[in-house]
């Protein structure tokens, strides 16, 4: 009887064991289908997202299969690189193509010389996570490997941001300071192949198309004096899509340009004997108001708006860099990439200023220190930031 008792409660608890085990499995494998579901999804809303968003230096051609993934060279699959990243890994070691696959474990980088097949502007049904990107024109500006390369990015890609400033101002330095930091080329509505054959390769692109990530303009809008028809067109080309307005002393910018005009070089200087008097005094007269009118007009007229002072820039690079980087909407390798800028900032194009022998009248004084009190006042009023307080103790002011 006892052992009848005992055998009927041992199949009582195996029947309680095998029911509770049971209805475990039942939760936690619907749990873990649903959890697959989510993946699945997830990882489909990635891919989805990843398809619209533009991969600086490359352009997404279209997917490939699995069995086409097999000619790449794996380089890298980790839970924390980024398209992005990948597309950098690729160039740095001179490939033409990268492939983003996005799978459980992360996001494998693979890279490539060549393809064996044609390039096909697909949209990429049924193949959601293996991602094809040409890789652009890229080169490294200066014989520094950890400044990193600068490229092209794709067509579209960038709003046409101005680089605005007047003729004297240090525009061209600090596009290269830009293209440093950025690792993007920046464009200019002047096409100067002097420019160009200097390592400026975005000179040449159109300066809408979208490749380069901020436009040379010193036009904007220079001696007129009416909200006419000319100035409209040209507020429209920039307004909304925003600009960086670089302003340096007037006196210095001045000089500056003279020294363009007379040596017809970016890096020119003169001497003693080849200065002017007579043509130096046409040159301030004509170009004084210059200043004053492109800078009144950009800060009234175009927003987005970041001022940058070009003396702020000399005693503070990576500050005001910091702040074109932000306001151009560069990725995260920037705050790695100034640090190789500082040590490269000089470049081709910031030249030396000796203005011993400059002489500025005092009606000529006069006029400029009114454009700079007048250019003070917008910027206080619009809130940006007001001149240097060098303007003040280096001129008469």
Not at 59 to 84: D, P, T, V, W, Y
Not at 351 to 373: L, P, Q, V
């Given at each position: 009887?006892?052992?009848?008792?005992?055998?009927?409660?041992?199949?009582?608890?195996?029947?309680?064991?095998?029911?509770?085990?049971?209805?475990?499995?039942?939760?936690?494998?619907?749990g873990?289908?649903?959890?697959?579901?989510?993946?699945?999804?997830?990882?489909?809303e990635?891919?989805?997202?990843?398809?619209?968003?533009?991969?600086?230096?490359?352009?997404?051609r279209?997917?490939?299969?699995?069995?086409?993934?097999?000619?790449?060279?794996?380089?890298?699959?980790?839970?924390?690189?980024s398209?992005?990243?990948?597309?950098?890994?690729?160039?740095?070691?001179?490939?033409?193509?990268?492939?983003?696959?996005?799978?459980?474990?992360?996001?494998?980088?693979?890279?490539?010389?060549?393809?064996?097949?044609?390039?096909?502007?697909?949209?990429?049904?049924?193949?959601?996570?293996?991602?094809?990107?040409?890789?652009?024109?890229?080169?490294?500006?200066?014989?520094?490997?950890t400044?990193?390369?600068?490229?092209?990015?794709?067509?579209?890609?960038?709003?046409?941001?101005?680089?605005?400033?007047?003729?004297?101002?240090g525009?061209?330095?600090?596009?290269?300071?830009?293209?440093?930091?950025?690792g993007?080329?920046?464009?200019?509505?002047?096409?100067?192949?002097?420019?160009?054959?200097?390592?400026?390769?975005?000179?040449?692109?159109?300066?809408?198309?979208?490749?380069t990530?901020?436009?040379?303009?010193?036009?904007?809008?220079?001696?007129i004096?009416?909200?006419?028809?000319?100035?409209?067109?040209?507020?429209?080309?920039?307004?909304?899509?925003?600009?960086?307005?670089?302003?340096?002393?007037?006196?210095?910018?001045l000089?500056?340009?003279?020294?363009?005009?007379?040596?017809?070089?970016?890096?020119?200087?003169?001497?003693?004997?080849?200065?002017?008097?007579?043509?130096?005094?046409?040159?301030?007269?004509k170009?004084?108001?210059?200043?004053?009118?492109?800078?009144?007009?950009?800060?009234?007229?175009?927003?987005?708006?970041?001022?940058?002072?070009?003396?702020?820039?000399?005693?503070?690079?990576?500050?005001?860099?910091?702040?074109?980087?932000?306001?151009?909407?560069?990725?995260?390798?920037?705050?790695?990439?100034?640090?190789?800028?500082?040590?490269?900032?000089?470049?081709?194009?910031?030249?030396?200023?000796?203005s011993?022998?400059?002489?500025?009248?005092?009606?000529?004084?006069?006029?400029?220190?009114?454009?700079i009190?007048?250019?003070?006042?917008?910027?206080?009023?619009?809130?940006?930031?007001?001149?240097?307080e060098?303007?003040?103790?280096?001129?008469?002011?």
């Amino acid at each position: 009887m006892k052992q009848a008792a005992k055998i009927g409660a041992f199949i009582l608890l195996v029947f309680f064991f095998v029911h509770y085990y049971t209805m475990l499995s039942t939760l936690y494998g619907e749990g873990k289908s649903s959890a697959e579901s989510d993946i699945r999804v997830v990882r489909e809303e990635e891919a989805k997202a990843a398809r619209s968003r533009p991969v600086r230096g490359a352009s997404l051609r279209g997917c490939i299969g699995l069995s086409e993934l097999q000619a790449f060279n794996k380089l890298r699959m980790s839970s924390n690189i980024s398209a992005h990243d990948c597309v950098r890994r690729c160039q740095k070691v001179d490939y033409s193509f990268a492939v983003v696959r996005t799978v459980h474990r992360g996001i494998g980088c693979y890279c490539s010389r060549q393809i064996d097949y044609p390039l096909s502007n697909s949209r990429c049904v049924g193949r959601k996570t293996i991602l094809l990107y040409k890789l652009l024109d890229c080169g490294l500006k200066v014989n520094d490997s950890t400044c990193g390369l600068v490229c092209f990015d794709s067509p579209g890609t960038n709003s046409a941001v101005a680089l605005a400033s007047v003729p004297g101002s240090g525009n061209t330095w600090m596009r290269h300071l830009i293209e440093l930091t950025t690792g993007v080329y920046t464009g200019s509505v002047y096409r100067d192949r002097g420019i160009f054959q200097s390592g400026f390769r975005g000179e040449l692109h159109y300066w809408n198309d979208g490749s380069t990530i901020a436009i040379k303009d010193h036009n904007f809008p220079i001696m007129i004096k009416e909200l006419n028809t000319t100035v409209l067109n040209d507020i429209a080309k920039y307004n909304h899509t925003g600009a960086i307005l670089l302003i340096r002393n007037p006196y210095d910018a001045l000089i500056s340009e003279y020294k363009r005009l007379v040596t017809n070089k970016h890096l020119g200087d003169i001497k003693a004997k080849d200065f002017s008097e007579d043509s130096w005094e046409v040159h301030v007269n004509k170009t004084e108001d210059q200043w004053r009118f492109l800078n009144t007009n950009y800060i009234k007229y175009i927003s987005p708006l970041l001022v940058v002072h070009y003396e702020d820039l000399k005693r503070d690079a990576r500050q005001q860099l910091w702040r074109v980087a932000r306001f151009l909407n560069a990725d995260h390798e920037f705050e790695i990439r100034i640090n190789c800028v500082l040590r490269n900032q000089e470049g081709l194009f910031h030249r030396h200023s000796n203005s011993s022998f400059y002489s500025f009248t005092e009606e000529m004084r006069r006029r400029i220190n009114s454009n700079i009190a007048e250019v003070s006042r917008l910027l206080t009023l619009y809130h940006h930031p007001d001149i240097p307080e060098q303007y003040k103790s280096s001129y008469t002011f």
